[in-house]
Each structure stands twice: as C-alpha cells, then as structure tokens.
C-alpha cells in the first residue's frame, strides 16, 4: 500500500471533531442495549412500589403516563393524547391533571403539591425536552418535590451513537456514521457525569433499557441548592463535554450500566427501594 492509501484508509476509519481532534469510528457507537424497553421498568415500579403520587414531564401521546395508577401531573406544551389510554376523561379516578406548557412555565407558575394534594410527589419521568439544560432545570424544579426516598427517572441518558445526540442539520455534516437514523436523544447524555460530579449524594442507577438507556435517581435532597446556585456553571461545563472524544464506550463504562433484569419485578424492586412512599 502506498503512503496515501494508507492514510486515506485511516481517515475513513476515524472523524475529526471541530476542535481537531481525530477520533475513531468504532468509538462512535456501540450496540443496542439488551435490556427491556423503558416502559417495562416504569410499569414495574408503578405496579410494585405503588407511588402515591406522579408528575411527568414530557407526556407525548400518554404511553408512560398511562402506566401510574395514582393521582398524576402530566406537562407538554405539544402533547396529543391516544383515547385508547382514556387520560382525559373529567371524572377519571386517580385523577389527571394536565397542563399544555413547558415545564418551565408550569414550574414557574403552579404548586404540583397543591394540586395533587400531597407533601412529596414519590415518583416523577422527565422526558421533555432532550437538551441538558432544559433536563437540569427539570432536575432542580421536580427534585424541590421529592422526599428522600422518591424516585426521580431519567431517559435517553445513554445514546448508543453519536448521530442520534446531534440535532439533524449537525447530523448532515457529521464525520460518524448514523448507526441507528430512527432514535434521537439529545445531548442529555451529558447530565449523568455532571450529577456524579456535583451530586454524588444522588443515588445513581443507569441500566441498558431499550433503546436510549433509563436513569433512576434517590436519595434526593429537597433543600439542595447545588445544581441551582451552580446552573451557569455547569450549563458552561455541559457545552464543553464531547462525547466523541469521550468515546461511547468508554463513557458507558464511567457511568456504569446495569442490566433492565436488576429492577424489574417486586423482589427486586422492593429490595432497592425498601424505604419508597415512606415519606
Ligand atoms: C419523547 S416524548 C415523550 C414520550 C413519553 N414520555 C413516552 O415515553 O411515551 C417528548 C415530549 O416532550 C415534549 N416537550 C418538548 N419540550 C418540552 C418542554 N420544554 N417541557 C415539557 N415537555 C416538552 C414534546 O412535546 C414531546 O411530546
């Protein structure tokens, strides 16, 4: 081979980054997780912790919504519920308390405990917009609700490529290949290294769920102002994390994967959280 087929062949088999930095295409995905969808895992925890109380953020079309069995706030300045999850109905019971905004605004203006009737809210899905400072303001709003023991979960933190973190017009001009076209997770991927980072009082369990990963987050704190009194900060710090240069397996290694099988069903579930809805 001569010496410029040589290189050419290596360019083929890495990207550059814009910061110039050369990195190879197999650090840029890795294969799809083995675990269960995420629908299952939020399923297992209504059915067998049995919150009393559930907010979720970014509701879509109700699919994960319409798995709590409890009183429950549902925000999404787009949703569009299917009838076939009967969310809307006035006299549903649990109640339904649906709110057509961002989470922003509904943070902004409303008291989730007010409206549920509560003192904590046990569990709570944020899955609205996939951009890491909208998901951490999301942290710092619904976390002022929690108890100790609530359960705070978070999806799409564990992209497999890193086409699917880029928005489309990036996605054109990537040098990565677009392993898997049909998912898009954002860059959200970017708030789990940050809460180890500055909240490592958090308990973390990141596991393979199909197709992006699930975050479930305990031990919360209500009263912490860590995250809000360093949001610019870490909003700063955030822009600056390359997942390329990172390399997918490599950051699916620092935040440690667990399989789905770990949490599904009550033995298992009732065993992590022993402590769950006990205020
Ligand atoms: C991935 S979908 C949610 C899917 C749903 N949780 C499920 O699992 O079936 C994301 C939703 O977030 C909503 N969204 C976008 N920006 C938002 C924001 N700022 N606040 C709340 N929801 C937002 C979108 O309208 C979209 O319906």
């Known amino acids: 081979m001569t010496q410029t087929a040589e290189s050419e062949t290596k360019i083929?088999?890495?990207?550059?980054?814009?910061?110039?930095?050369?990195?190879?295409?197999?650090?840029?995905?890795?294969?799809?997780?083995?675990?269960?969808?995420?629908?299952?895992v939020l399923a297992d925890v209504h059915r067998y912790l049995k919150p009393r109380a559930y907010l979720e953020v970014g509701i879509r079309g109700g699919h994960s919504m319409a798995l709590a069995h409890c009183p429950m706030i549902g925000i999404d300045p787009r949703f569009t519920l299917d009838p076939k999850f009967d969310l809307e109905a006035a006299d549903r019971?649990?109640?339904?308390?649906?709110?057509?905004?961002?989470?922003?605004?509904?943070?902004?203006?409303?008291?989730?405990?007010?409206?549920?009737?509560?003192?904590?809210?046990?569990?709570?899905?944020?899955?609205?917009?996939?951009?890491?400072?909208?998901?951490?303001?999301?942290?710092?709003?619904?976390?002022?609700?929690?108890?100790?023991?609530?359960?705070?979960?978070?999806?799409?933190?564990?992209?497999?490529?890193?086409?699917?973190?880029?928005?489309?017009?990036?996605?054109?001009?990537?040098?990565?290949p677009v392993v898997y076209p049909n998912f898009w997770a954002g860059d959200v991927w970017r708030i789990v290294p940050i809460l180890m980072k500055y909240r490592p009082d958090i308990k973390i369990s990141c596991m393979d769920a199909h197709p992006t990963g699930l975050v479930l987050m305990t031990n919360l704190d209500s009263?912490?102002?860590?995250?809000?009194?360093?949001?610019?900060?870490?909003?700063?710090?955030?822009?600056?994390?390359?997942?390329a240069s990172i390399g997918l397996s490599n950051f699916a290694q620092t935040i440690g994967i667990t399989s789905t099988a770990h949490f599904l069903g009550e033995d298992n579930l009732t065993t992590r959280y022993s402590h769950f809805a006990a205020g």
């Open 12 to 40: 083929e088999q890495e990207g550059t980054l814009l910061s110039g930095v050369r990195v190879p295409f197999d650090q840029s995905y890795i294969a799809k997780h083995k675990g269960a969808r995420y629908y299952s």
């Open 93 to 176: 019971d649990p109640p339904v308390f649906l709110f057509k905004m961002t989470s922003d605004e509904f943070f902004a203006k409303n008291d989730p405990l007010a409206i549920l009737g509560t003192d904590c809210i046990d569990f709570m899905f944020l899955d609205g917009m996939h951009q890491s400072d909208f998901l951490l303001r999301d942290i710092i709003n619904s976390e002022k609700f929690a108890s100790k023991n609530s359960i705070i979960a978070l999806h799409d933190c564990m992209p497999i490529d890193i086409a699917m973190t880029l928005s489309r017009s990036e996605r054109l001009v990537t040098p990565f």
């Open 223 to 243: 009263a912490s102002r860590v995250l809000s009194d360093n949001y610019e900060a870490i909003v700063e710090e955030m822009r600056a994390m390359e997942l």
